[in-house]
């Protein structure tokens, strides 16, 4: 069988290893080599920072609503946040679209249905889903804001 793994490091590098399993074909000579490869790869793009994220990119698709939103920070995220957005809730089709545009988290939340619908050009079924993303990312930010304002009230 093939195995493999892939993590990005903090420097933006992309670091693949795959160890390969060879067995050969008759079973009384049965013969196992493993390789393993190291490759490094580069992200780059002229739209964005390619510095490793930490901050949460939720799955909001079909999501439950379980997640932990006191680190939910849209408005501060970058292009290349927005971008992992888009890809981790099924629309990594108009990733390059909104990168091009320069959409970050702010960007994001101020765009209107006639944008988006520019941004996927003219696809109406994509459109309404990426501003249903939006408005449930609303939607959390505002849950998590509101509590922390009656949690201030408190103290």
């Known amino acids: 069988g093939v195995t493999g793994e892939m993590n990005l490091m903090d420097n933006g590098v992309t670091n693949h290893e795959m160890e390969f399993k060879v067995e050969s074909a008759a079973p009384d000579e049965l013969k196992t080599r493993d390789l393993l490869v190291t490759t490094n790869n580069t992200i780059s793009s002229p739209n964005y920072d390619d ?50 545009k320069n959409i970050d988290g702010k960007a994001l939340f101020t765009l209107t249905k006639e944008d988006i619908i520019d941004l ?36």
């Open 51 to 100: 510095s490793c994220s930490s901050r949460l990119i939720p799955r909001l698709i079909d999501s439950t609503g379980l997640c932990d939103t006191r680190e939910l920070v849209p408005d501060q995220w970058n292009v290349a946040e927005v971008a992992q957005f888009l890809r981790v809730n099924d629309c990594a089709a108009y990733c390059d679209s909104f990168s091009q």
């Open 120 to 155: 996927t050009e003219m696809k109406v079924g994509p459109s309404l889903k990426i501003c249903d993303l939006i408005e449930q990312l609303k939607n959390k930010v505002n849950k998590t804001q509101d509590r922390m304002k009656s949690f201030k009230k408190i103290l």
